[in-house]
Structures are given as C-alpha cells and as structure tokens.
C-alpha cells in the first residue's frame, strides 16, 4: 500500500519565524506515522480579490525560506508557480511545483514545468469537468513529465460557491495519476466576502473524510497556528489544535478502503 499523501502549511510564507515554527509543529506530527507528508507554502499569492491584500515575499526570498524549510526538517516542500520562469526557479529549490486551478490549462507553465524533475501537482480548475483533466496530463507527459498529481477542489456552484463531486476521483485517477483532495480550498466561498473569500471551515472533517472514502490518495489542507490572524483564506485554513484528530481520522479510513 502506497503512502498517504498529505500535503499541508500555511496558505502563504507570512515571515520566515512563522513559517519554521509551522513546519516544526506538521513535522512533528506526522513524524512516525505512514504518511507521505509534504510541506506547502505560497511566496506569491498572484490571484487575491483584492489589490490590497497580502501577497507573500516573493519568488527569491520564498525560496530562500523554503529551502530553510528543507534543510531543517528534511521534508519535502511545494510551493505555487504562476509563470514558466517561476517554475524553472521554483524547481531548483522545491520537490513539488504546483500548477494553481485558474492556470491548469496555461499549456506554456504546464511545458515548463514538465521541464524539470520536479513532481508536479496541478489543481483541476473549479470552472472544469473532472475528464478534460485528460487533457493537462496529456500536456504533461508529452512534454517529458511522468511525475504528476492531480487535485481535486471543488466545482464552481452558482455565485460565490463550491461544491464537490467525489466521482471526480476515480476519474480522474483513470489517468494513471494519484489523485489528491484539496480539503479546505473545496469549502471556499470566492469572493464571499467582497475583497476576500469566505469559507465554511466546519465542513473540511466530512469531506476530506468522505473524499478518503471515495479513493483518493492523498489530502492537501492548509492549515494555521491561528487563523483568524492568517493573512491569507483566513476563513478556511484548518487550525493546528484540530490537525491531530484529523490526520488520524484520515489515517484510519485511508486504512481501511486500502484494506490494512
């Protein structure tokens, strides 16, 4: 049985005492548990509603913390790319490139990346169905890449809403990729809030517990020492006081539908 996939930090690098102290406590975590765990933070949130909002520190010094990150902990680390320069640099520093929703069909980031040995985990876009995912793997693997993960994170539902499809991960791992469920981006309301998204944070346990049990092989969930300070999606990262129930849920029913 293939590890379970959990991939999970603070949406953005808010500092770089923030981001160690957060890597510190995940790693501890999921220390000697048979949990594939990948550490995530953003340098540059290139797509928040507002012009005003908190971005992060950019490509250079977000690597630097990144590899600090690294380093220290000996974890694997993921950021977002957003140009194909981005994802030459990103790869140098980063084990995992992700290709954020609003970008997955941008056929030039997807070649670039495809480019480097990085594993690559593209997010499906909320505005796709799950099959025409087929398509960015095709990119993927014609351009030289056969490290590829696929998440899913909802389906846009009207205005300022998201729902999930759980079919979407049998088929999308009909493509021969692992398939991930993005557990707190899936409860998103974009543009909730006016110049932020809101979020329904109390329905990640049910479904990230309910994407487990439909297959899929991984969880990606932001989470926060304290949201309600967090300087990005404030209204849907997981606290750090309710990960370890979690993850241990995830772990027991990941488990048991693998079948030890």
């Known amino acids: 049985?293939?590890?379970?996939?959990?991939?999970?930090?603070?949406?953005?690098?808010?500092?770089?005492?923030?981001?160690?102290?957060?890597?510190?406590?995940?790693?501890?975590?999921?220390?000697?548990?048979?949990?594939?765990?990948?550490?995530?933070?953003?340098?540059?949130?290139?797509?928040?509603?507002?012009?005003?909002?908190?971005?992060?520190?950019?490509?250079?010094?977000?690597?630097?913390?990144?590899?600090?990150?690294?380093?220290?902990?000996?974890?694997?680390?993921?950021?977002?790319?957003?140009?194909?320069?981005?994802?030459?640099?990103?790869?140098?520093?980063?084990?995992?490139?992700?290709?954020?929703?609003?970008?997955?069909?941008?056929?030039?980031?997807?070649?670039?990346?495809?480019?480097?040995?990085?594993?690559?985990?593209?997010?499906?876009?909320?505005?796709?169905?799950?099959?025409?995912?087929?398509?960015?793997?095709e990119k993927l693997r014609e351009s030289g890449s056969q490290k590829i993960w696929l998440t899913d994170r909802g389906v846009?539902?009207?205005?300022?809403?998201?729902?999930?499809?759980?079919?979407?991960?049998?088929v999308m791992q009909g493509f021969k990729c692992p398939v991930l469920y993005d557990a707190t981006h899936s409860v998103q309301l974009p543009g909730g809030l006016g110049a932020q998204s809101g979020g329904e944070r109390k329905y990640i346990p049910t479904l990230s517990r309910a994407a487990l049990a439909a297959g899929c092989n991984g969880i990606f969930a932001e989470s926060h020492p304290d949201p309600r300070r967090a300087k990005s999606d404030a209204a849907s990262v997981i606290p750090f006081e309710a990960m370890r129930e979690l993850v241990e849920s995830w772990q027991r029913i990941y488990a048991c539908i693998n079948g030890s």
């Open 1 to 137: 049985m293939q590890p379970l996939i959990v991939i999970s930090g603070p949406c953005v690098i808010e500092n770089e005492t923030h981001t160690m102290s957060c890597a510190e406590f995940l790693v501890d975590l999921m220390r000697e548990r048979p949990i594939h765990f990948v550490f995530k933070a953003s340098y540059d949130k290139a797509n928040r509603s507002s012009l005003h909002s908190f971005r992060g520190p950019g490509l250079q010094e977000g690597l630097k913390i990144l590899e600090k990150v690294k380093q220290t902990f000996g974890v694997p680390v993921l950021t977002d790319v957003h140009s194909p320069e981005e994802a030459k640099a990103a790869a140098q520093v980063c084990d995992v490139i992700q290709i954020p929703a609003f970008l997955c069909r941008q056929t030039d980031l997807l070649v670039a990346a495809s480019k480097t040995s990085a594993q690559i985990n593209v997010k499906k876009g909320q505005f796709m169905a799950p099959w025409d995912m087929s398509q960015v793997v």
């Open 156 to 170: 846009s539902f009207g205005y300022n809403n998201l729902v999930s499809d759980f079919r979407a991960i049998p």
